[in-house]
């Protein structure tokens, strides 16, 4: 059976088959020659390649779960595989944005459509790949809550919708009036890419004198550091972000005992403490 076809039965999602099989073509392409007489020291010199070339340990972990699968399932060769250790896990603190940076960056987003996107992403606590792929009916504007549809993991969860960001999707869908996906790209029956977004934040980062080096996940840090310095419940932010594991929230700080039910948006606190005219709805833009 093909790896493509195996890793769908598996329920693999689309950006992780496509990140296995370009792992598997890189090793392929790599061992043309002897392919068909593959011993382990083959995979352990090319995996030893990766830490010559200085790759990430995210790189490198994916690689070999991508070389685990294809050897191992699909190949039925598991020795080749199974002696092969993983590398120690990098220890390494987020990136994290501060209040007046967040707002520095919205203020360099003149565009509606991105700047709705920005501010849903950073106040929602929202994933790249979760937010382009929003639909309306995933706001829920009665209990002010966000309908992650199968989120990473393949896993529903729902997390704060801020009044605010919500006030801006409304300006956005009376402008706009999208479809069926709340942000589309250029092909309206498709979501905008997250290229696209990253692009776009990468700009108004460096228009607001930002240095740090932010990407758009940046704004999902930022959120949960943000909220556990309100006073937020570690576990009611680990619900939020929809991690399996308080130990994956904990990079954060220590767990709070505020009551998770009186949690606020930081967005809104942000509102609420500098008026209304925070952010610049004018019509014009």
């Known amino acids: 059976m093909r790896s493509t076809n195996l890793m769908t ?15 598997i073509r890189r090793f392929c392409q790599s061992h043309a020659e002897v ?8 995979v352990h010199t090319y995996v030893l390649g990766l830490f010559d070339q200085k790759c990430s340990y995210s790189y490198i972990n994916q690689a070999l779960s991508a070389l685990k699968f294809f050897l ?16 120690k896990k990098e220890k390494k603190l987020p990136t994290v944005l501060s209040v007046n940076e967040v707002l520095r960056i919205f203020a360099e987003l003149h565009n509606i459509k991105h700047k709705t996107i920005v501010m849903l992403t950073y106040s929602s606590g929202l994933r790249i790949g979760e937010v382009v792929r929003l639909k309306l009916q995933d706001l829920d504007n009665e209990r002010f809550l966000v309908h992650v549809r199968q989120g990473k993991g393949r896993k529903d969860r729902v997390t704060l919708l801020s009044r605010s960001a919500y006030e801006m999707v409304c300006i956005y869908v009376k402008r706009e009036r999208p479809l069926d996906w709340l942000f589309p790209g250029a092909d309206r029956d498709r979501h905008i890419t997250e290229r696209t977004i990253q692009r776009v934040f990468e700009s108004a980062r460096d228009a607001a004198g930002i240095r740090k080096p932010a990407t758009v996940h940046t704004l999902r840090h930022s959120f949960a550091t ?5 006073g937020t419940d570690l576990r009611y932010i680990q619900e939020l972000l929809g991690h399996e594991s308080i130990k994956t929230t904990q990079i954060y700080t220590h767990v709070s005992v505020k009551d998770a039910r009186k949690v606020i948006s930081p967005l809104d606190q942000i509102v609420l403490s500098r008026g209304n005219n925070t952010f610049n709805t004018d019509p014009s833009e």
């Open 9 to 23: 039965l598996k329920g693999f999602s689309p950006k992780t088959k496509k990140a296995y099989e370009g792992h």
């Open 35 to 42: 392919i068909l007489e593959l011993n382990e020291s083959h």
């Open 72 to 87: 191992g399932k699909v190949c039925n060769r598991p020795e080749l595989v199974r002696q092969l250790p993983r590398p």
């Open 226 to 230: 943000h909220l556990l310095e309100g």
